[in-house]
């Protein structure tokens, strides 16, 4: 069963920019999670999509998107980027049906310059 | 609010030396806790994990009980490896596990 894959691995923007970033869950999971991980503020989850609807969300800022479709795969956009954005930006799959076993992909490197 | 707390790393030691990794946490209701490892350049893996109070979970030599009375689940392993060093997050999972609470991570450092 191939992992969970994310796109690209890495990413440099300007300052202002907008940037999407891709997630293929684990075939046959239909929820995704984001996450942004910083080494001052640790991990702090984005949001969860389940089925392509929003299912839960974090305390990020509204620049801060995402959807999912119907195979699954989520995408996350992040719109006038700031210097602070600049984060491994790690996603999880799971079934999303009550178990709790996430399983994260290798992450996406953004460095905003 | 729900959170999750552990130890400051980085923690260094000797090959086959005794591994602790503290975690406590703060929830409503009743959580699942997981601890996960993250090797340099990769996503975070699942190590174990424990549902309910007093369950233990074990994985690879390492073990936590889920202590609900001092609501820690702190990680152990008696005798760590070179391969052991990496960064080390505990979570816990409310609502039906579609919502982790992360820890800051540990960072491990295992000398030959």
């Known amino acids: 069963k191939a992992g969970v894959t994310q796109t690209p691995r890495y990413l440099i923007k300007t300052r202002g920019q907008q940037v999407t970033l891709s997630c293929s869950p684990i075939s046959g999971h239909r929820s995704v999670s984001w996450y942004q991980q910083t080494p001052g503020q640790g991990l702090q989850f984005l949001f969860e999509y389940f089925s392509e609807t929003q299912r839960n969300k974090g305390n990020f800022p509204g620049r801060f998107s995402g959807r999912q479709f119907s195979n699954s795969r989520s995408e996350m956009n992040v719109s006038t980027l700031e210097l602070g954005d600049s984060a491994l930006y790690l996603c999880?799959?799971?079934?999303?049906?009550?178990?709790?076993?996430?399983?994260f992909g290798p992450g996406t490197r953004l460095t905003v310059t | 609010g729900d959170s999750v707390t552990q130890m400051e790393g980085p923690v260094t030691l000797s090959e086959e030396a005794f591994l602790t990794i503290n975690c406590t946490y703060t929830?409503?209701?009743?959580?699942?806790l997981f601890w996960y490892v993250q090797y340099p350049g990769e996503g975070l893996q699942l190590l174990l994990k424990a549902t309910k109070a007093d369950d233990k979970g074990s994985n690879k030599g390492f073990e936590a009980t889920y202590r609900k009375e001092t609501t820690s689940f702190h990680l152990e392993k008696g005798s760590v490896q070179v391969s052991d060093s990496a960064v080390y997050f505990c979570a816990l999972a409310l609502y039906n596990f579609n919502k982790f609470y992360f820890g800051s991570g540990t960072k491990l450092n295992v000398k030959p």
């Open positions: 929830a409503t209701g009743y959580p699942s």
């Open positions: 999880a799959s799971s079934s999303g049906l009550g178990d709790y076993e996430q399983y």
